[in-house]
């Protein structure tokens, strides 16, 4: 299996956030970064990321979702495209 990009989609208010040694996100971290992988968090609203340079996108932690539903449904055509 080849080395892919994973961004793990989190929300500005985890966006600063740091794993903890015994957190459901380290140990996914852990694991994906064990088979190869490279990982990183990423703000589903930051305009700065650049999407196409993922190979998978994981909507794990976007809890501000709700809040913006318009602009996250629009986030998930942007990332569909």
Known sequence: MSLQQIALVTC?????????ADSEDER???FLAEK???ISFQVWDDDQ???TAFDAVIIKSPWDYFDKINAFYTWLD???A
Do not use: F, I, M, Q
């Open 12 to 20: 500005r208010s985890l966006g600063d956030y740091t794993a903890n």
């Open 28 to 30: 996914l971290c852990r």
């Open 36 to 38: 190869g992988h490279k």
């Open 49 to 51: 990321v650049d999407w």
């Open 78 to 80: 942007k990332l569909e």
